[in-house]
């Protein structure tokens, strides 16, 4: 089944410090991709997406290209600030009539000032 | 703004005494979902309904049960809840178009069982 694997946390930057998280996925057909950031005490939010391979989602300084030849769907953002500070997440919505996402188990990402 | 409602955002219930979370979207989706989350870790979804159409997951148990009395609104009822039902209660929505189900989550209902 379809499953998404991401780089084990917690992960801690200084400010203005480039952030990479990794994401890989397994998948049969061509999946939807997407990054959600999880915030102290609230629920997720969407980051970005990507719908095809070689799309580049993007927003607030973040960015994320899909890769189909590596199954990659790494997150990155060249220069964080302390409210960065949040729990990522990537997740994978199967290809055809699937309303489901398939998460990967999060990534803690800490930026001191 | 179109958005998400969870309510109450804390709530606090004594262990086996029932319990009921609400939902409410004004963004009109056809979908919406349940999902329980521990400790940060990824939510794990509980069941969705497409319309009024009902799918529960293989795993969840017969203690959780829900309703969606029309498209706004969504309830979660835990029937008797035991302290390993302690999480944060997530709702989400998903406009089911063109494909892709990106979902819109609300900000979760934090249950705690005394």
């Known amino acids: 089944g379809d499953s998404v694997t991401q780089m084990e946390g917690p992960v801690t930057l200084s400010e203005e410090a480039f952030l990479t998280i990794n994401c890989t996925y397994t998948?049969?057909?061509?999946?939807?991709l997407f990054w959600y950031v999880q915030y102290p005490g609230e629920g997720l939010q969407l980051l970005l997406k990507?719908?095809?391979?070689?799309d580049k989602g993007s927003n607030k300084g973040f960015e994320a290209t899909y890769r189909k030849e590596t199954t990659s769907f790494h997150l990155e953002k060249g220069s964080v600030q302390v409210s960065d500070s949040a729990v990522y997440f990537c997740?994978?919505?199967?290809?055809?009539?699937?309303?489901?996402?398939?998460f990967g188990a999060g990534t803690t990402v800490t930026v001191r000032a | 703004d179109a958005m998400v409602i969870q309510n109450p955002r804390y709530q606090v219930t004594q262990f086996g005494k029932p319990v009921t979370l609400s939902c409410s979207q004004t963004?009109?989706?056809?979908?919406m979902y349940w999902y329980q989350q521990k400790s940060s870790q990824a939510p794990k979804l509980l069941f969705h309904?497409?319309?009024?159409?009902?799918?529960n997951e293989a795993d969840t148990p017969d203690n959780f049960q829900s309703r969606r009395p029309n498209t706004s609104f969504c309830f979660l009822d835990i029937r008797s809840p035991g302290l390993g039902d302690a999480a944060m209660y997530l709702c989400?929505?998903?406009?089911?178009?063109?494909?892709?189900?990106?979902?819109?989550f609300g900000p979760g209902t934090r249950l705690t069982v005394t």
């Open positions: 989400a929505t998903s406009p089911a178009r063109d494909w892709t189900y990106e979902q819109y």
């Open positions: 997740a994978l919505q199967g290809s055809g009539n699937d309303y489901k996402l398939s």
């Open positions: 963004l009109n989706h056809n979908v």
């Open positions: 998948a049969t057909g061509y999946p939807s």
């Open positions: 309904y497409y319309d009024k159409d009902f799918n």
């Open positions: 990507a719908t095809k391979a070689d």
